[in-house]
């Protein structure tokens, strides 16, 4: 999230979800990374939510 990149994002979510991750957990690193990357990590964090729902469906 934080170093900006999509293609990392996607890879990311998918290992997470592979992992039996919950929504609720990435929510919570999300929030930590706007937290501390603020508002570019903020649209980051958008584009992983939405990997989810992609991934997840």
């Not at 919950?22 to 990590?41: D, F, H, I, K, S």
């Amino acid at each position: 999230i934080t170093q900006h990149c999509s293609g990392c994002i996607g890879f990311h979510v998918k290992a997470l979800l592979k992992l039996g991750c919950t929504r609720q957990e990435l929510e919570e690193m999300l929030a930590v990374c706007v937290y501390m990357g603020g508002g570019p990590a903020l649209m980051y964090a958008a584009e992983a939510l939405k990997a989810w729902e992609t991934f997840s469906a």
